[in-house]
């Protein structure tokens, strides 16, 4: 009992990150129908932002990970800038677009941070809570808070605002967006920018939970990719309850496999999709593919 | 007030040719028609003039605006209102969003969405309702009425008519009617003849991309030549 409320622990935790990761990537395939596929090394740039600016240039660990996010959202809006020409017009050069930035931004961080990485000390030093006997790593609880606080934020700016109601409309139908006076590509810029920021968050909040190195980006794109797909590509209720799933799936998968963990997680999440391939939100999510 | 003005506006998309040459006028408060089958060029037309599709022209001009260098989405700014073929309402989006989003380049805290309601009531009864879950004619209310939330001056419709039972078809009429008598300019685009003709003061009809015959709806309506270029005689 103690390990199986132990193993939840984490994979709630992992979980929160792998959302994160996947609301990024649901919110620009909502408004563009485009994966971006630079998103996972997107994440890695965010970690290495926050974790250097944290440990070398001693910034508290808030104002390091809201700075990565500034960074990152610049990222965002140069890539959809590059890509812009071709929104619309050539969607398999767009996709191909984005894998050639997420090359370049691996190869970057290689060149400026070197190929090995670094760990990252815990920002919160305080000792595990003892619920009962189960051990509550209090960075968990912060890392939870965050994703739930930034999720909170995005569901009211997608609900309340008018540039929220704006980038549902391009999702939704970009010609009719364009007919009433909605700038589909500052629209998809934003959506652009907002996933970059999700990314450096995810990014920053994972820094002291692994090893930031620069091929991170890999395996997180793909976790957070899958968890998306998971939850139902493009529903942001589906990113969240994904990402949990995928946490939750990788964390007892490493407790009773060890090292065929992601083999088990992947498999899992396969005959998963073969069953339901629109994922858990499937039916309502918007289909522009 | 002003005139829409389109001369010799071509469509191409790559080497096929959606229109050629076309040339027409909307004057303040006219309502002019473009009829014709299937495939004549009327939608393609209507979407170059929004800058929707691509386009070559000498002119197209809404009174001081040159909207040959205006991009697509500043025309509402412009006062033109745009109601697409099928609709394209926002699906996701409530009834009440959709309407706001005609809006968006105004203040959404004085928006003409009372008279909307007052225009279709059956909006405003759904209005909490999700736009993709009301029924072909309810969103082609909605595609209207988010066109008038920009307060336009003229507005372009395309196909309305399509797939409307003809008791909701009378009612569109209605509306677009009453509109035009208040003032609003109307350019509408339909394969119904009998509709438009009801609606529109003057009509072009269209063939093959190009415009085959011009004149009053009333003339056009008892004209030989409609009736040929309609059947394919």
């Known amino acids: 009992m103690q390990v199986f409320l132990q193993t939840l622990i984490g994979g709630v935790t992992f979980g929160a990150v792998y959302a994160l990761v996947a609301m990024g990537f649901s919110i620009v395939y909502r408004t563009m129908g485009l994966v971006n596929f630079a998103h996972g090394n997107v994440v890695m740039i965010g970690a290495y932002a926050a974790s250097n600016l944290y440990m070398f240039a001693k910034l508290p660990f808030p104002v390091a990970v809201a700075v990565a996010i500034a960074v990152t959202a610049l990222i965002g809006l140069v890539i959809e800038r590059v890509l812009r020409p071709l929104e619309n017009k050539d969607f398999d050069l767009m996709l191909i677009g984005t894998i050639g930035f997420g090359t370049v931004l691996e190869a970057g961080a290689i060149r400026v941070f070197g190929a090995t990485g670094h760990a990252v000390p815990s920002p919160v030093a305080t000792a595990p809570l003892d619920v009962a006997g189960i051990k509550i790593p209090t960075y968990s609880l912060l890392v939870i808070a965050v994703a739930a606080a930034a999720t909170v934020l995005l569901g009211l700016f997608l609900q309340r605002t008018k540039r929220g109601a704006a980038m549902q409309a391009v999702a939704m139908d970009h010609e009719a967006a364009t007919a009433v006076g909605i700038h589909v590509g500052r629209s998809n810029a934003m959506a652009f920018a907002i996933g970059a920021g999700l990314a450096a968050l995810a990014g920053g909040l994972i820094g002291p939970m692994l090893y930031v190195n620069p091929t991170m980006g890999g395996s997180l794109g793909i976790k957070g990719f899958a968890a998306a797909i998971f939850g139902g590509f493009g529903s942001m209720r589906g990113a969240i309850a994904g990402g949990m799933a995928f946490g939750l799936l990788d964390s007892f998968a490493a407790g009773h496999f060890q090292e065929y963990s992601e083999l088990v997680t992947f498999l899992v999440f396969a005959a998963i999709v073969m069953v339901r391939p629109t994922g858990i939100f499937g039916e309502t999510t918007v289909n522009r593919a | ?233």
Not at chain 2, 137 to 148: K, N, T
Not at chain 2, 162 to 180: H, Q
Not at chain 2, 182 to 187: A, K, M, N, P
Not at chain 2, 194 to 207: G, I, Q, R
């Open chain 2, 1 to 233: 007030m002003s005139t829409l003005i389109v001369e010799g506006l071509s469509v191409h998309y790559g080497g096929v040719r959606a229109a050629r040459d076309v040339s027409f006028t909307v004057e303040p408060g006219q309502s002019l028609g473009i009829i014709g089958a299937n495939g004549a060029g009327k939608t393609s037309t209507l979407k170059a003039v929004m800058g929707l599709a691509p386009r070559q022209a000498r002119r197209i001009a809404f009174g001081e605006h040159d909207l040959l260098r205006a991009p697509a989405h500043t025309l509402v700014r412009h006062g033109i209102g745009y109601v697409p073929e099928g609709r394209h309402v926002f699906p996701g989006l409530s009834v009440e969003k959709n309407l706001l989003l005609g809006a968006y380049t105004g203040d959404w805290k004085r928006t003409p969405i009372g008279e909307v309601y007052d225009l279709f009531p059956v909006l405003g009864e759904m209005r909490h309702r999700l736009a993709g879950a009301l029924s072909g004619g309810q969103q082609q209310m909605l595609a209207i009425g988010r066109a008038l939330m920009c307060r336009p001056r003229v507005m372009l419709l395309d196909e309305p008519s399509m797939g409307l039972s003809p008791i909701l078809v009378e009612e569109i009429v209605t509306g677009l009617k009453r509109l035009n008598a208040d003032g609003l300019s109307i350019l509408l685009v339909e394969q119904n003849a009998k509709l438009t003709f009801d609606v529109t003061s003057a009509c072009l009809v269209m063939e093959n991309g190009e415009i085959a015959a011009t004149g009053t709806s009333a003339a056009l309506r008892v004209d030989p030549q409609v009736r040929r270029i309609y059947l394919g005689l």
